[in-house]
């Protein structure tokens, strides 16, 4: 089945580090890809997405790349802040079965300043 | 434009009472799901509606867990004869399926539901 996998926090970085986040997925057909952030007290929020392979996402600094031949999608960023830190989900969703979402289990970045 | 929006925000009741969670999507979004997020774990699928065609139920935990929807608009999740594990905040989210597979969820802020 579908599945998605994302590297297991917490991550915690200082101000101004490279930041990656691996996630990997597993999907029938050809997925549209995600990552959702969820900052302290907020709701879950779109940060980027992808929806073809080479396909390159960004948004606020953070970028991932769908990579069809290794099924990943690495959330990056070059120089992290103390206010990107937040809980990050990958995500994906399929045109196989019924469009519903499927979403890694969440990591948590703190970063220090 | 209004978000989604939901209520009650949090929810203290007594183990083995029932709750309703209640769900407003934004206006025109067809598909919509609800999601509970234990604490410090991910997103766990409960259920989704598209348009008038069956929910999927493939993630409700047990038949102490249903929602309805009327149409496309309000949905309210119940449960009834609550554990102590039901504990976690549920998610809504709804989403314009009709813009294919490049469209996002958005997502209320939740409801914390504590069972004492």
């Known amino acids: 089945g579908n599945s998605v996998t994302q590297m297991e926090g917490p991550v915690t970085l200082s101000e101004e580090a490279f930041l990656t986040i691996n996630c990997t997925y597993t999907?029938?057909?050809?997925?549209?890809l995600f990552w959702y952030v969820q900052y302290p007290g907020e709701g879950l929020q779109l940060l980027l997405k992808?929806?073809?392979?080479?396909d390159k996402g960004s948004n606020k600094g953070f970028e991932a790349t769908y990579r069809k031949e290794t099924t990943s999608f690495h959330l990056e960023k070059g120089s992290v802040q103390v206010s990107d830190s937040a809980v990050y989900f990958c995500?994906?969703?399929?045109?196989?079965?019924?469009?519903?979402?499927?979403f890694g289990t969440g990591t948590r970045l703190k970063v220090l300043a | 434009g209004a978000g989604v929006s939901q209520s009650p925000s949090n929810k203290v009741t007594e183990k083995g009472k029932d709750v309703e969670l209640r769900c407003d999507p934004i206006s025109g979004h067809t598909a919509l799901y609800w999601y509970r997020q234990r604490l410090g774990q991910g997103l766990e699928f409960l259920i989704y509606?598209?348009?008038?065609?069956?929910?999927?139920k493939s993630g409700l935990p047990s038949d102490r867990f249903s929602a309805e929807r009327t149409g496309e608009s309000v949905s309210t999740l119940t449960i009834q004869r609550t554990q102590q594990e039901d504990s976690a905040v549920y998610l809504c989210?709804?989403?314009?399926?009709?813009?294919?597979?490049?469209?996002?969820?958005?997502f209320g802020p939740g409801t914390r539901l504590t069972v004492t």
């Open positions: 989210a709804s989403s314009p399926r009709g813009q294919g597979l490049t469209y996002e969820q958005y």
């Open positions: 999907a029938t057909g050809y997925p549209s």
């Open positions: 992808a929806t073809k392979a080479d």
């Open positions: 509606f598209q348009g008038n065609s069956a929910p999927d």
């Open positions: 995500a994906l969703s399929t045109t196989s079965g019924t469009y519903k979402y499927i």
